[in-house]
């Protein structure tokens, strides 16, 4: 089993899916040194989310499975802060930290996700299914028209689970579960349960 060392950020209520482009803003100086530190080594970085009602002192707990991503772009601002967008690859199940101070580094194993590529018809429904209930939501949160028609790009998106997912708020719980599930119908399933849900509450 090969590992691999990779910079953990901790943000409340804050997932990575993959394939989705996530912007930060980077201003703390621990995180600063972090950004700098990813940017030196590959460029990658793990989003760690934790439940937004959490406090303690020290740092917030750590799900075992993360979604990790690459940086594509970075702003660098005078003042040293910075913003950048960070594109969702996949997830990674940590196997141990080697730091916690000033940042989070973690040893982690890559996991692989099913493709919305060669599905079977059963599937492709599902698919279509929550697009439908998807745009549902939207609409009734007052979405602009151009976006609603954009969503159907999602049919052929990569990872149009996740891809929702990432766009509509719900438990923390359950995102963190679709988030880690790697079969794209078990992912689906769960979804619908979700959407269906949030139509039923307008």
Same mark, same amino acid.
């Given at each position: 089993?090969? %590992?691999f060392?990779l910079?953990l950020?901790?943000?409340?209520?804050?997932?990575?899916?993959?394939g989705?482009?996530l912007?930060?803003?980077?201003?703390?100086?621990? /995180?600063r040194?972090? @950004? !700098?530190?990813?940017?030196?080594n590959? &460029? $990658?970085?793990?989003?760690?989310? /934790?439940?937004k *009602?959490?406090? &303690?002192?020290?740092?917030?707990?750590i799900?075992e499975?993360?979604?990790y991503?690459? +940086? +594509?772009?970075?702003?660098s601002?005078?003042?040293?802060?910075? =913003?950048? +967008?960070?594109?969702?690859? &996949?997830?990674?199940? +940590?196997?141990?930290?080697?730091s916690t101070e000033?940042?989070?580094?973690a040893q982690i194993?890559?996991?692989?996700?099913q493709? *919305?590529? =060669?599905?079977? $018809?059963?599937?492709?429904?599902?698919?279509?299914?929550l697009?439908? @209930?998807?745009?549902?939501?939207?609409?009734? $949160?007052g979405?602009?028209?151009?976006l609603i028609?954009?969503? =159907?790009?999602?049919?052929?998106?990569? /990872?149009?689970?996740d891809?929702?997912?990432?766009l509509i /708020?719900f438990?923390f719980k359950t995102?963190?579960?679709?988030?880690? %599930? %790697?079969?794209?119908? %078990?992912?689906? !399933?769960?979804l619908k349960?979700?959407?269906?849900?949030?139509n039923?509450?307008?």
């Amino acid at each position: 089993m090969s %590992t691999f060392p990779l910079p953990l950020f901790p943000l409340p209520d804050v997932f990575l899916f993959p394939g989705m482009f996530l912007p930060l803003h980077i201003f703390e100086p621990r /995180y600063r040194m972090m @950004l !700098d530190f990813c940017i030196e080594n590959g &460029g $990658e970085m793990g989003m760690a989310p /934790y439940p937004k *009602n959490w406090v &303690g002192p020290g740092f917030p707990p750590i799900p075992e499975v993360v979604g990790y991503g690459h +940086i +594509i772009q970075r702003e660098s601002l005078s003042d040293g802060r910075s =913003n950048i +967008i960070l594109e969702g690859i &996949g997830t990674a199940e +940590i196997v141990s930290l080697d730091s916690t101070e000033p940042f989070y580094i973690a040893q982690i194993v890559r996991r692989e996700h099913q493709r *919305n590529k =060669n599905v079977s $018809e059963t599937l492709k429904e599902k698919i279509e299914e929550l697009l439908v @209930l998807t745009k549902r939501i939207l609409l009734a $949160e007052g979405a602009e028209e151009d976006l609603i028609l954009k969503m =159907n790009q999602i049919l052929v998106h990569p /990872y149009p689970v996740d891809f929702i997912a990432s766009l509509i /708020y719900f438990d923390f719980k359950t995102k963190q579960t679709i988030l880690e %599930t %790697t079969q794209l119908e %078990t992912k689906a !399933d769960l979804l619908k349960t979700v959407l269906l849900g949030l139509n039923l509450g307008e």
